[in-house]
């Protein structure tokens, strides 16, 4: 790890107590966020992300050919082509190249490569003066700050500390104007295009059928940088190279609207080889208005590498447009600083462990509250989340897992020794449990109150529980007659059995019958979260052979976490075992959501179970792993409608992680809270006394934090939570 890099304990407190973050982060990311959505008209992204991830991965299975035709055809029109193995080799060649040239200056465009190598400390010990003339850049190379975000690398400076920042540069004072700031620095900036003697660049694609490399920007530094001085210098990942024009238009499609919501950037050049004229008795020379001599170095720098590992190659795939920070719920609570290292962001945590070792990796890595939201939003098709977390298992399995953490996982490996702890829990909570169902204790986190335990757990109630007959008028559903068997999930079971108990009363009700398969335990999405991967591999089959053994057609969860860890998750788990692996698909096919299951099962002939706006108002919070992994959209809200007749009031960032992430939100508490406090506001806006979810460890989240905002200010809003499950049924048995 870098010396100049500070631990991410310290930079994760370092974000925490930086008081103008907050509000910087929000000022951006939020209009990244909006002008993405609106540039992509229906169903585009999907066909463009699709076609792109075929061609990016045809680039890779051929790229040694593709790099030797790229280096062929460059140096056929005059530029030469340089390989670098590591960062140390990298620098070495640009030093080179400046002391046989008697470089003095060089200027500088936006590039996370020459930030990967750490090029200009290196060039500055060797008295080479490096001016960086990308706005943010230059921000940060006279803040002494180095970048927050992939292309908008000072998003975590306001304008009011820009200009304090020129105030100082300038020695006149300047508004924090953002037009005028501008302006101060394309006329401090403009000398050094004209004095330097050597340009450095990065690089977004490389055409193999040309040895074209290409340039994407919107300030046109890029184009002063390439042009002006006597030698342009650009270094690119061997993996941005495609074989052809029509690769490279596929990236352009995507590239801008996906980083800045662009159709198409200011400025995107195409430059093949130095600048060249033959308008002189058609003899070719070079050198006209643009450099005389071109350098392209192809960095390794761990590529080679990530390449053959099959569970990180897709990495490679990567366009650099940082959509997925702009996504995520932590960097948007912390910032890239905390997130990242040099790369940051969630696709940062994989290149991090890959150019910087597994360790740089290791603290930002827990970070990720598994929403899976920057998958949904990658032009490349990453599947960022699990690779994230096979950086987590690749760190659990070399350094361990803390021992209290280890510890209390441990206590899911059998349900029958789990509850017996759980029961001496009951009688141990005594003394601190409120009449509110929260605990009243001296420890745990002061923004969420902490869930008391009921008196029986969703397996001892369902054993005395006696069937509800149909519910008259509701006659025709999808599942009548049949058996549904529930499968709750650890929470409902252990803290909400109201919700199992709703479940069943909703499929009787529409003149389903209930099974409980009282063998049902964890999934294992607990102990494999927290990156213990041979741990959840004895829970997941224990869950697959007792949804092989239910009786009835469907398996029904309350859940969609661990729905997704059954249908998607354990897809991954078993993947080097075949028997395990059909398996798992079996009984994946098995299992649905509740409300998935509702908005197939739930529409009687006899149409809506209430009048329109008869029911209750409420606003809808879309689970994580619900929207962004299940693609479940509307269904929640339409089943409120037709079956409860309620009305919606919409809450801002609706799909949004509430913050819970499991154990993240007892590893981080402060961020964790960062992102309810977000959650909260737009809860609070839309005036709603009532929010509707489907997964349990939301509501464990959101109630808790309601709860303990209540105790903090009498004053607060504090809508109730519920399950979709316990509204409806209410409701269905209400209209019976």
């Known amino acids: 790890m870098s010396s100049t890099i500070a631990p991410f304990k310290e930079r994760l407190k370092h974000a925490l107590e930086n008081p103008n973050l907050e509000q910087a982060l929000e000022r951006a990311l939020g209009a990244f966020r909006e002008r993405r959505a609106a540039s992509f008209a229906l169903g585009e992204f999907t066909r463009l992300r699709d076609d792109l991830v075929q061609r990016k991965n045809d680039a890779l299975d051929h790229l040694p050919e593709l790099i030797q035709q790229f280096k062929e055809e460059a140096e056929k029109v005059g530029a030469e082509v340089h390989f670098a193995k590591d960062a140390e080799e990298a620098r070495h060649i640009v030093a080179r190249l400046a002391k046989e040239r008697g470089v003095q200056l060089a200027v500088k465009t936006k590039s996370m490569a020459t930030e990967e190598i750490e090029l200009n400390p290196f060039l500055e010990e060797r008295g080479i003066r490096v001016v960086e003339t990308d706005l943010g850049e230059w921000i940060l190379q006279l803040g002494k700050d180095h970048p927050s975000h992939l292309i908008a690398p000072a998003i975590h400076w306001r304008r009011e500390e820009v200009a304090e920042l020129f105030s100082k540069v300038t020695g006149e004072p300047q508004a924090p104007i953002i037009a005028d700031l501008v302006k101060v620095a394309r006329k401090q900036l403009r000398q ?167 360790e740089s990796a290791a603290g930002p890595q827990s970070l990720c509250t598994g929403c899976n939201a920057c998958e949904t939003i990658c032009p490349s098709g990453i ?146 979260n927290a990156g213990d991967r041979e741990g959840a591999k004895p829970l997941a089959r224990q869950t697959i052979e007792m949804l092989e053994g239910c009786e009835g057609g469907q398996v029904l969860s309350g859940s969609a976490s661990c729905v997704v860890a059954v249908q998607q998750d354990y897809l991954d788990l078993f993947k080097d075992d075949p028997e395990w692996l059909a398996r798992a698909q079996a009984a994946g096919r098995r299992l649905v959501d509740f409300t998935t299951f509702i908005s197939k099962a739930g529409t009687p002939v006899g149409g809506p179970a209430a009048p329109s706006g008869a029911g209750p108002t409420a606003t809808y919070h879309d689970s994580c792993q619900s929207f962004n992994c299940l693609g479940l959209r509307d269904e929640g809200r339409e089943a409120l409608r037709r079956l409860a007749g309620a009305e919606i009031s919409e809450m801002a960032e609706s799909s949004v992680c509430c913050g819970f992430g499991g154990s993240f939100s007892v590893d981080h508490p402060d961020v964790a809270e960062r992102v309810l406090n977000r959650k909260l506001k737009n809860i609070d806006a839309t005036g709603s006394t009532q929010v509707v979810t489907d997964n349990p460890g939301c509501i464990m989240h959101l109630r808790g934090g309601l709860d303990a905002r209540s105790k903090r200010d009498a004053e607060a809003p504090n809508p109730r939570v519920r399950h979709l499950a316990e509204v409806l049924a209410e409701a269905l048995r209400a209209g019976g």
């Open 192 to 358: 050094a295009f004209i004095d330097a003697d050597m340009g450095i660049t990065g690089g977004n694609i490389g055409i193999a059928e040309s040895g074209t490399i290409v340039l994407v920007t919107n300030e046109g530094n890029a184009d002063l940088v390439t042009t002006l001085p006597p030698i342009h210098v650009a270094i690119i990942g061997v993996e941005k190279i495609v074989a052809t024009l029509d690769d490279a238009v596929a990236v352009l499609k995507l590239l801008p609207r996906s980083a800045t919501g662009q159709r198409l950037s200011s400025y995107t050049n195409f430059i093949t080889g130095p600048s060249r004229t033959a308008d002189i008795e058609l003899s070719m020379t070079t050198g006209v208005h643009g450099p005389k001599e071109v350098h392209i170095i192809l960095l390794d720098n761990g590529r080679w590498a990530l390449r053959d590992d099959p569970d990180f190659r897709d990495a490679l795939r990567c366009i650099r447009c940082a959509a997925c920070a702009n996504v995520c719920p932590s960097y948007q609570a912390v910032g890239g600083h905390a997130f990242g290292y040099i790369y940051n962001g969630p696709i940062g945590i994989i290149l991090s462990a890959q150019h910087h070792g597994l």
């Open 383 to 528: 599947p960022l989340p699990r690779m994230i977390m096979g950086v987590r298992q690749r760190w659990v399995a070399q350094e361990g897992m803390p021992w209290v953490k280890r510890t209390a996982l441990g206590t899911f490996a059998d349900r029958r020794s789990f509850e017996g702890w759980m029961g001496i829990a009951r009688l141990l909570q005594s003394p601190f449990k409120g009449g509110d169902g929260f605990l009243k204790v001296p420890f745990g986190p002061d923004f969420r109150s902490l869930p008391a335990l009921p008196k029986q757990t969703l397996h001892q109630r369902m054993k005395r529980r006696s069937p509800q007959p149909p519910v008259p008028g509701l006659a025709g559903s999808a599942i009548e007659g049949q058996q549904i068997d529930l499968f709750p999930g650890c929470i409902s079971n252990l803290f909400y059995p109201e919700t199992g108990e709703a479940m069943a009363s909703v499929v009787e009700a529409l003149g389903g019958r209930v099974a409980f398969p009282q063998e049902q335990w964890c999934c294992g999405l607990a102990v494999l």
